[in-house]
């Protein structure tokens, strides 16, 4: 996973509430055997006319969005299914980070997975910064990890909350499962005693 | 005594491997099921760091959100690559598979607590939000992204912030012609979409104790749209009486020793929520849903309402955005929309009670000429079993599909799928924007209200086919 230390870019505004994960990538994208190539695929009813053009007035679709790294969403972003291809496509995109007032628990966990930074601020900092990106004449934020402050154009700064071992996982691009492998001589221990606790959990399954 | 204790609470501290610093826990996972979908880049992800599965024995596999559910018919190119690649992985990796020609195939939802694989106290995840509906036997069950799939693959655990508890407590008798899916959907129109965002909501009161296991999945399995992790209700003896005799429930001895433990499951007295929600179904109506989000509920008697009546202006220019999709007016009755096509099945409503009520409204009447409706059960197992009591025959003489189990049209990914500016009443959980396919419009509604529909070729209160 890449690291996320600090991030300079166009945020393109999505002031929309409940963007779900439907929206992000339609289902029949869902049938790759693959975690790339899913960025053209972004909001696809969203951004293209069925016969496969662009929809002009579709955010991303407007210079300079067409770059966007970060994307500032409505309350509720990634609400609906598990598909870890919602990450996938924002990533493929090019996006690294999505502000919001508030995420759908799965999206929020599957995004640190693939090293991109969601960030919960409150509804005046979203106002804020939705109006910052929506002046497409200077729509750059930059989000600084380490310090955990958004950059805004104009000088100013917000500060934003993260769980530290999350922050620790991006700052270093860190893969969990290798960190987790760590501890396996604790999951030895803990299924020793569930064996001696709950003895049908080992033996009911095994047909 | 100790705290007194919910249910989530007793579950979730008899998993803590281990507390990390920040307060998050790895926690161990009891039972894994694994799909087609949301599993291939999470064992290539295992190959490339040269990991295993380390209890192979936990995770079952199904195949079911691509499949045809016509005999023979078609899948698509990417979508048979796609089960092959399962095939193969499951077979390197020593996990079971139940092939899609195997009765008891189907749905991952279906077949978890109709094969006794998911029983009270367990930690259960799936690659799929819906996973929430295994909560109905008092396990603690949720959807996860692939990484995760991953994560548990290899280490039998997963990284976990605690969830907060929300008790959503449902009182009053079930009115005549209404469900499960009204309660549910009458939950989440009270709660919202993010309601239960950060929560595992726990259901309970009389109008839930009332309902069959059946009907307790319908409703854990929509907690995840009201945003809630999970879903959960205690285990009692329905929940026993229905495990019991299940291929892999435990069986002699070993019965004895788990039915004591889960029998200590239920919250205890006093326990502590951080968010209530009181809900009186007394005098409802069926439901229906005239937006593209699951909160969006009005009662079938109802009407179509007007963004001019919304709170905020976000909720109003969502309201605008979502009426302009459905291709509604603002006024109109909610039973004088017509639909031209009825999807009965899915994780939500796939089961042998559904397809019983479906019959029922079914039975002597036909299927409206501009109707395509169609049945599709959620395993194997239901379709043999409506097949001994007559059900499919009472469905194919009035009209209806009688199809192969699968997750069909609830997410449109395989050959069912809707045109565009084709609207249906559904009984699955979703009605967001081309969920049932490109510019397709979705009311959400029961099996028997979609019966309904199909017979009147609109949106049809139920109770007037229910009576006799």
Redo the contacts between chains.
């Keep these: 996973m890449e690291q996320f230390r600090k991030l300079t870019g166009v945020a393109a505004p999505m002031d ?3 963007i ?1 994960t ?2 992000i990538i ?3 994208h ?6 790339t190539g899913l960025g053209k695929f972004l909001f696809e ?1 969203m951004r293209y006319e ?1 016969d496969g053009s662009e929809k002009p007035d579709f955010i991303l679709n407007k210079e300079p969005y067409r770059n966007a790294k970060i994307i500032i969403g ?3 972003f990634g ?6 291809h919602a ?1 996938w496509a924002l990533l493929d995109f090019g996006v690294r980070c999505v502000i919001s007032t ?5 999206f929020y ?2 995004c640190f ?2 090293g991109i930074l969601p960030i919960r601020v409150s509804k005046d900092e979203l106002d804020a910064l939705m109006a910052d990106a929506s002046d497409s004449e200077n729509p750059e934020l930059t989000i600084d990890l380490e310090e955990m402050l958004i950059r805004r154009p104009n000088g100013a700064a917000i500060s934003f909350d993260l ?4 922050r620790a996982c991006l700052l270093d691009g860190l ?4 960190i ?2 760590t ?2 001589a ?2 030895d221990t ?2 020793e005693k ?1 064996k001696r606790d ?4 080992y ?5 | 005594m100790a705290n007194p204790r919910t249910l989530f609470d007793k579950i979730w501290e008899s998993h803590v491997v281990s507390v990390q610093d920040d307060g998050s826990s790895l926690l161990y996972i009891d039972k894994h099921i694994i799909h087609e979908v949301t599993t291939p880049q999470a064992f290539e992800g295992l190959r490339n760091a040269g990991r295993k599965v380390r209890q192979p024995e936990k995770t079952l596999a199904v195949i079911d959100h691509n499949i045809a559910t016509t005999r023979g018919g078609v899948v698509e190119e990417d979508s048979r690559l796609q089960i092959e690649t399962l095939r193969e992985n499951v077979a390197a990796f020593g996990v079971q598979l139940f092939e899609v020609d195997d009765p008891r195939n189907g749905i991952v939802h279906v077949i978890g607590p109709e094969q006794g694989f998911t029983n009270p106290g367990n930690t259960l995840v799936c690659g799929d939000s819906h996973t929430a509906t295994h909560g109905a036997l008092g396990a603690l069950a949720f959807g996860i992204g692939t990484s995760e799939v991953e994560h548990v693959l290899a280490t039998q655990t997963l990284i976990q912030a605690p969830a907060q508890n929300m008790r959503v407590t449902v009182t009053g008798e079930l009115p005549f012609g209404c469900s499960a899916k009204d309660i549910v959907l009458t939950i989440i129109g009270t709660t919202g979409i993010g309601g239960g965002t950060g929560h595992v909501i726990e259901f309970a009161g009389p109008a839930i104790r009332a309902l069959s296991m059946e009907g307790r999945m319908t409703i854990s399995n929509m907690a995840i749209e009201a945003g809630a992790r999970a879903g959960l209700i205690a285990p009692d003896e329905k929940t026993f009486e229905y495990l019991k005799g299940r291929p892999m429930a435990p069986t002699g001895e070993a019965w004895d020793t788990a039915l004591a433990y889960w029998k200590t499951l239920p919250s205890d007295e006093g326990a502590k929520y951080n968010k209530e929600v009181t809900i009186d179904i007394s005098g409802m109506d069926p439901k229906v849903t005239w937006g593209t989000t699951p909160q969006d509920v009005v009662p079938i008697t109802g009407i179509v309402p007007d963004p001019k009546d919304a709170e905020t202006q976000g909720e109003r220019e969502s309201m605008e955005r979502a009426l302009k999709y459905m291709g509604l007016v603002p006024g109109t009755k909610m039973e004088d929309i017509e639909v031209d096509v009825v999807f009965i099945g899915s994780c939500t409503n796939g089961r042998i009670e559904d397809i019983r009520q479906v019959a029922k409204v079914a039975q002597g009447r036909k299927v409206a000429d501009s109707v395509q409706a169609m049945v599709v059960p959620g395993s194997g197992l239901v379709k043999q079993q409506a097949e001994s009591e007559g059900l499919d025959k009472v469905l194919l003489e009035a009209g209806f599909e009688w199809r192969e189990p699968g997750c069909s049209m609830c997410l449109a990914m395989n050959v069912d799928k809707m045109e565009p500016g084709q609207r249906s009443a559904s009984t699955s959980n979703r009605n967001f924007e081309g969920r049932q396919g490109r510019d397709s419009r979705t009311h959400l509604v029961s099996p028997a209200m979609a019966a309904a529909a199909a017979v009147a070729g609109h949106l049809k209160d139920a109770r007037e086919f229910l009576q006799d």
């Design positions: 929309m509430i409940n779900d439907d929206k339609p289902k029949l869902l049938r790759t055997i693959k975690r009813e069925t409505g309350d509720n609400c609906g299914s598990s598909r870890e990450p508030s995420f759908a628990d799965i966990n599957n997975k693939n769980e530290e071992f999350r893969d969990d499962i290798g987790t492998m501890k396996n604790s999951i803990f299924e569930q709950q003895p049908w959990l033996t009911a399954a095994a047909e």
